[in-house]
């Protein structure tokens, strides 16, 4: 397997523009998690699903923030209108629940809003 | 709910000099542990994990002993290498599936 695929890996936006972040993840894995990260608040849960529903979105900072997971393969991630503060690497993660096994990230998407 | 605290960075260390990164936690019941590691420009990726109380976890030379009774799972090196400089992360699974990360530990190994 190719791991957990995000795209894409730069992303450079003028503010208030929209961003839309993907990520592909591994066959099988039926839970499915954003990240977001920056030097200033560290590794932060934006949301997760678990069999494609949307579990846990506490961590969505804002309504400007939409995530959806129309499918066992792919998900998004939504920025309208994006901010300058939005600057930050997002990671996409997923894993099989009901297991005591491990999440997988990809590589990360680093955006930076002008 | 659930936490994970870690020793704050960053750590300095001569190559060939131990390693150790403090991890503690709080939590209900007895999650899995892990520890994560992430090199410059790239995601975490697991490095260690152990499952159940009294379990180590190792790989690369590192490894991490889940202690029910003190509730740690520290990170321990015997040698550290240039290489090792990355930004390490001690975890827990929570039920439900959801993964609770300490804030990192920045690591630099200087030849």
């Known amino acids: 397997d190719a791991g957990v695929i995000q795209s894409p890996r730069h992303e450079v936006t003028e503010m208030g523009q929209e961003v839309t972040l993907r990520c592909k993840p591994i066959?099988?894995?039926?839970?499915l998690f954003w990240y977001r990260q920056t030097m200033m608040r560290g590794l932060e849960l934006l949301i997760y699903?678990?069999?494609?529903?949307?579990?846990?979105d506490s961590g969505m900072p804002e309504d400007r923030f939409s995530a959806k997971m129309p499918n066992a393969s792919f998900s998004t991630l939504k920025i309208q209108p994006s901010e300058p503060r939005d600057s930050a690497v997002y990671f996409c993660?997923?894993?099989?629940?009901?297991?005591?096994?491990?999440?997988?990230f990809g590589q990360g998407t680093r955006l930076t809003v002008v | 709910g659930n936490s994970v605290t870690q020793m704050e960075g960053p750590v300095t260390l001569s190559e060939e000099a131990f390693l150790t990164i403090n991890c503690t936690y709080t939590?209900?019941?007895?999650?899995?542990l892990f520890w994560y590691v992430q090199y410059p420009g790239e995601g975490l990726q697991l490095l260690l994990k152990?499952?159940?109380?009294?379990d180590k976890g190792s790989n690369k030379g590192f490894e991490a002993t889940y202690r029910k009774e003190t509730t740690s799972f520290h990170l321990e090196k015997g040698s550290v290498q240039v290489s090792d400089s990355a930004v390490y992360f001690c975890?827990?699974?929570?039920?439900?599936?959801?993964?609770?990360f300490g804030a990192g530990t920045i690591l630099r190994v200087k030849s």
């Open positions: 993660a997923s894993s099989l629940s009901g297991t005591q096994e491990e999440a997988f």
């Open positions: 066959s099988g894995h039926n839970s």
């Open positions: 699903f678990n069999n494609n529903v949307p579990i846990d």
């Open positions: 939590a209900t019941g007895y999650p899995s």
């Open positions: 152990a499952t159940k109380a009294d």
């Open positions: 975890s827990l699974l929570e039920y439900g599936n959801k993964l609770v």
